[in-house]
Nanobody, 121 residues
Framework: QVTLEESGGGLVQAGGSLRLSCKVSLSTFNYYPMGWFRQAPGKEREFVASINHNSASTYYEDSVKGRFTISRDNHEKVVYLQMNSLEPEDTAIYYC??????????????WGQGTQVTVSA
């Protein structure tokens, strides 16, 4: 059974930065591409960024390219999302999950509690 624990969210002004972390308890963590998703109020959860199992490749949703950076520590089983130049449109609950790269969707049906990111104008 996998567990996902996100942290690092908060309230920040537009233009500010936050670094999100996701601790994953999964013995086979090192084999999975991982990613971040977000859900804004009244909207469906959407893909944000992914990183392959050995950090050799990353992929970003267009609106966050050049502002967000995803990384991972396979020894600690943690996934990070460095978010710079934050915009009010980035306000959402952020979740991590393994990624099904064929459709850039979540690989697991289990989700963590997420971490709230609020960007004020």
């Amino acid at each position: 059974q996998v567990t996902l624990e996100e942290s690092g969210g908060g309230l920040v002004q537009a233009g500010g930065s936050l670094r999100l972390s996701c601790k994953v308890s999964l013995s086979t963590f090192n084999y999975y591409p991982m990613g971040w998703f977000r859900q804004a109020p009244g909207k469906e959860r959407e893909f944000v960024a992914s990183i392959n199992h050995n950090s050799a490749s990353t992929y970003y949703e267009d609106s966050v390219k050049g502002r967000f950076t995803i990384s991972r520590d396979n020894h600690e089983k943690v996934v990070y999302l460095q978010m710079n130049s934050l915009e009010p449109e980035d306000t959402a609950i952020y979740y991590c999950n393994a990624v099904d790269m064929t459709r850039r969707g979540a690989a697991f049906t289990v989700w963590g509690q997420g971490t709230q990111v609020t960007v004020s104008a």
